[in-house]
């Protein structure tokens, strides 16, 4: 799975490739990655595991009613931009990240691959943070369309909390922060690609 990190001053952005993406890296900064400075090679890895006690945990989080898209502008609204295709799979996630932060979720495995199972279903949930944080039962399952065949979990925080401000307050949504992708749709996100450590971090 591709995860890259331009960090700055003025600016820390991350974006999480949940398909291969079409191209590599634009040529002005092949050569010039640096999480191996910060993190030792042997951690630069994808942890694919079997769980199925995880589910117990996916149980208790409220379950929308509403697809992950129609809730948007409603529900939620997103720190950035994310790709969606036409069917509403969600192809890449925008989001704000610091090489710190960075840097933790990749030495500490943050980024995992389980093999579970779900609603009688099996599912491979892809993990963006800490399994705790991933977990907790105050996040929100979204499903992608009504095939229920992926889903996000997500954590709605308050927009002020992350330095987001509205003009209008009569528009002010809580803030949908990914913490993970629920998939049974191996031909969209497939277990190769995702479990292929590429991590790239690089200070614009």
Not at 4 to 28: A, D, R, V, W
Not at 29 to 38: A, D, F, L, T
Not at 193 to 199: A, E, G, H, Q, S
Request: glycine share 6%; proline share 3%; hydrophobic share 35%.
């Amino acid at each position: 799975m591709q995860i890259t990190c331009f960090y700055g001053n003025y600016s820390n952005m991350g974006y999480i490739y949940l398909t291969p993406p079409i191209k590599e890296y634009n040529s002005e900064y092949s050569g010039r990655n640096e999480i191996s400075q910060y993190v030792n090679k042997e951690k630069l890895y994808i942890p694919h595991i079997i769980d199925l006690n995880i589910a117990s945990s996916l149980v208790r989080m409220n379950v929308s009613k509403n697809t992950f898209r129609l809730d948007y502008g409603k529900g939620y609204d997103t720190e950035y931009g994310n790709d969606m295709d036409k069917h509403g799979y969600i192809t890449g996630i925008e989001l704000s990240l610091t090489k710190n932060r960075f840097v933790d979720l990749v030495s500490n495995q943050a980024f995992k691959a389980i093999r579970t199972e779900w609603s009688g279903q099996e599912f491979h949930l892809i993990t963006f943070d800490h399994l705790e944080n991933v977990l907790h039962p105050e996040n929100i399952i979204y499903k992608l369309n009504d095939k229920e065949d992926a889903f996000v979990i997500v954590q709605l925080c308050k927009s002020e909390d992350l330095g987001i401000r509205y003009s209008i307050e009569s528009e002010k949504l809580p803030i949908a922060l990914f913490k993970g992708l629920l998939s049974a749709r191996e031909d969209i996100y497939p277990l190769e690609y995702l479990i292929k450590p590429d991590f790239f971090m690089y200070q614009d």
